[in-house]
């Protein structure tokens, strides 16, 4: 159950070929049709699933990659466990390309999981959104694929702006929440998926929950969760923040930088969403004014450095958010990074300046 490419491959090509052989190959994003198997490794990309299947390291069993001096390490592992010596295909996954060139990767494979239940739910409080995900892991165990957040910021907002897009709710709730677990057995997964559900209803954890009937229910459910690729044309100019930190730090953490730009701003848009089975939360503020935007960020970076999150939870660090990265890395992850990066490209050759400068 493994899949050998080439770094040039979309991600696309790949999900097709693991599909004709009857398999599944997991990696999951809206840029499928474009994105490349050696930009998908080079910044171990996280995608829909990562709360079942891990993020892109999880899925690569072995690569081939080609150092600043042009010797080739050809790393193409493909058993599960390996433990001779130090395990070199993670020098090249997440370091966005400045350690050595990707070339060939070893992919891991699963079996397909031809059944599929989604609903969105509404919920009163984020106490709720983390009862309800300890819930839906004990109940559905592994079969959990998505556990994606909307706060009413950002809900509203797209349900307003959005033209073709429709609430199913009848009234606005404080949080939404859009779950999705995939099986083997459809009738079997149904039936615990809407019994989770049910007792999660009696007991007030959530207060409606709408299952999908049909693909097209689905794609509904995921059309207000992707809405953000609509609205962000009208939210120009916008700052985007893609930062991680633990479930139950959420809510501070959102209240504090609400709290923190009321502060210094008067008109404040924050849009909150995320994968938050994931640890995972996007935020797109604005002010309408593009000058507002450093500040924006230096606020909510620093924030986030004083929950010990991570001022990068999936789209890495590149030059733009290079001068934060000390607020989730100490000083000696730095300078071992600094350390790596002499040591495998002296003249700086691979993305220099890129994640770190030497
Ligand atoms: C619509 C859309 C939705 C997205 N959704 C998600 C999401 O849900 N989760 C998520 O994590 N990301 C998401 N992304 C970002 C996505 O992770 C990246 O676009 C993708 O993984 C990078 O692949 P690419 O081929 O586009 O790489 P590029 O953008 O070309 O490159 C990305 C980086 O990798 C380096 N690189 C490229 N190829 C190699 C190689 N062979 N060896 C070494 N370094 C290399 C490049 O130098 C660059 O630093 C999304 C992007 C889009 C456009």
């Not at 494979?109 to 239940?117: E, G, H, V």
């Not at 892991?137 to 957040?149: H, I």
């Not at 991680?244 to 959420?250: L, Y």
């Not at 209240?255 to 849009?271: S, V, Y």
Request: glycine share 8%; hydrophobic share 40%.
């Amino acid at each position: 159950m493994t899949l050998t490419a080439l770094a040039g491959t979309p991600l696309q090509v790949i999900q097709e070929a693991a599909e004709a052989a009857g398999l599944l190959f997991p990696l999951d994003l809206g840029a499928r049709g474009t994105c490349q198997l050696g930009g998908l490794i080079a910044t171990n990309a996280g995608g829909t699933q990562v709360i079942r299947f891990g993020m892109t390291r999880n899925l690569v069993l072995g690569l081939e990659a080609v150092l600043a001096d042009g010797t080739v390490i050809s790393s193409m592992n493909r058993m599960l466990k390996n433990n001779a010596g130090y395990d070199l295909k993670q020098l090249f996954i997440g370091t966005e390309g400045t350690l050595g060139v990707v070339t060939r990767a070893v992919l891991r494979l699963f079996p397909r999981l031809p059944s599929k239940c989604t609903a969105l739910c509404t919920l009163a409080s984020f106490a709720d959104v983390v009862a309800l995900l300890r819930q839906m892991q004990t109940k559905m165990g592994d079969s959990l694929s998505a556990y994606e957040v909307m706060w009413a910021s950002y809900f509203d907002y797209v349900i307003e702006h959005v033209e073709k897009l429709r609430s199913p709710f009848e009234r606005t709730f404080p949080l939404y929440a859009l779950i999705e677990t995939e099986g083997t057995d459809s009738a079997d997964d149904t039936e615990r998926f809407e019994n989770a559900l049910g007792s999660a209803l009696e007991s007030g954890v959530i207060q409606d929950a709408v299952i999908a009937q049909s693909e097209k229910d689905v794609q509904t459910f995921w059309a207000i969760r992707d809405g953000i690729a609509e609205i962000t044309p009208g939210l120009m100019p916008y700052a985007s923040l893609d930062v991680s930190m633990t479930v139950t730090d959420m809510p501070g953490f959102v209240e504090q930088i609400d709290k923190a730009l009321a502060a210094q701003f008067d008109l404040i848009t924050n849009l909150v969403f995320g994968h938050v089975g994931d640890n995972n939360l996007h935020l797109f503020i604005t002010t309408g004014v593009e000058s507002d935007i450093d500040q924006i960020l230096d606020t909510v970076y620093k924030i986030t450095g004083d929950y010990q999150g991570s001022v990068s939870a999936e789209h890495g660090i590149g030059t733009l958010k290079r001068a934060y990265l000390h607020y989730s890395r100490n000083d000696e992850e730095l300078e071992l990074m600094r350390r790596l990066k002499r040591t495998l490209d002296p003249n700086g050759i691979l993305n220099g300046g890129r994640v770190i400068q030497i």
